[in-house]
C-alpha cells in the first residue's frame, strides 16, 4: 500500500468556501509536501514542512504536520474555481538519502462558482 | 531559471513495439531525476530515480528501462511495450530536500 493517503477521495465545494483535506502516512518521515495536478498536467509543487516543523502558511494554503499521529492536513481558504485539481501529499523518509519521494492516491477537489 | 521539457506529449503504439521517452532539465547541475508513472485516477509510482550519470535505481521491476547519457538528460524506455505499460509518465528533478519540479508528462497508450 502507499506511504501516504489522503482524505477525502473527493471534495466539492463551492467558491468561497474552505477546503481541507488530509494525508496519513506510516513510517518515520523527514518532510511531508503537497502538490497539486490540473487534469492531465505534471504536478505542481505547493508547500513543503520539515519533520520539525508543525505548521507552515503560503498564501491562502494552510499545512499542518502532527508526526505522532503520522497525519498532515492542507487547508484552502476561500476558495476558488481555479483551484479545481487533485491534490497529493508526498513523504520523504527518514531511511532516504536521495530526496525520494512517496504519492499518495490524491484527493480530487471541485469548486463550483 | 530552472525549466524542465518531456516530450512527447502524447504517444500511441502498437504492443510489442520500442519506447523513448525523453527529460531534459536546464538551468541547474547535478539534479537528481526520477521517472513516475501515473494510472488513470491514481496516485505516482516512482519507477526510476538517479542521481548523477549513469547512475540509475529501480524500485519497480517491470518490462521498462532509464538511462542518464548526460547530467541534465534523462531517458525512459522498452524494447517491447505491453498494454499494461500504458499510462501517464512524469518526469522531474529535485536537489536536496526541496520541492519537485515536474514536467508537463507523456500520455502513453499501448494498443
Known amino acids: 500500500s502507499q506511504q501516504g493517503e489522503e482524505d477525502p477521495q473527493a471534495l466539492s465545494i463551492q467558491e468561497g468556501e474552505n477546503a481541507t483535506m488530509n494525508c496519513s502516512y506510516k513510517?518515520?518521515?523527514?518532510?511531508l509536501q503537497w502538490y497539486r495536478q490540473n487534469s492531465g498536467r505534471g504536478l505542481v509543487h505547493l508547500i513543503l514542512?520539515?519533520?520539525?516543523?508543525r505548521e507552515k502558511h503560503s498564501g491562502r494554503l494552510r499545512v499542518t504536520l502532527d508526526t505522532s499521529k503520522k497525519s498532515s492536513s492542507l487547508l484552502i481558504t476561500a476558495s476558488r474555481a481555479a483551484d479545481t485539481a487533485s491534490y497529493f501529499c508526498?513523504?520523504?523518509?527518514?531511511?532516504?538519502?536521495?530526496?525520494?519521494?512517496?504519492f499518495g492516491a490524491g484527493t480530487q477537489v471541485v469548486v463550483t462558482p | 531559471s530552472q525549466t524542465i521539457h518531456q516530450w512527447p506529449a502524447t504517444l500511441v503504439q502498437p504492443v510489442g513495439s520500442p519506447l523513448s521517452l525523453e527529460c531534459t532539465v536546464e538551468?541547474?547541475?547535478?539534479?537528481?531525476l526520477y521517472w513516475y508513472r501515473q494510472a488513470a485516477g491514481r496516485g505516482l509510482q516512482l519507477l526510476f530515480y538517479?542521481?548523477?550519470?549513469?547512475?540509475i535505481s529501480s524500485e519497480v521491476p517491470q518490462n521498462l528501462s532509464a538511462s542518464r547519457p548526460q547530467d541534465r538528460q534523462f531517458i525512459l524506455s522498452s524494447k517491447k511495450l505491453l498494454l499494461s505499460d500504458s499510462g501517464f509518465y512524469l518526469c522531474?528533478?529535485?536537489?536536496?530536500?526541496?520541492?519537485?519540479?515536474f514536467g508537463s508528462g507523456t500520455r502513453l497508450t499501448v494498443v
Open positions: 514542512i520539515r519533520s520539525n516543523e
Open positions: 508526498a513523504t520523504g523518509l527518514t531511511t532516504d538519502s536521495w530526496g525520494k519521494l512517496q
Open positions: 538551468g541547474t547541475s547535478n539534479p537528481n
Open positions: 513510517t518515520s518521515i523527514n518532510n
Open positions: 538517479s542521481v548523477g550519470i549513469g547512475q
Open positions: 522531474a528533478w529535485s536537489q536536496g530536500i526541496k520541492g519537485y519540479t
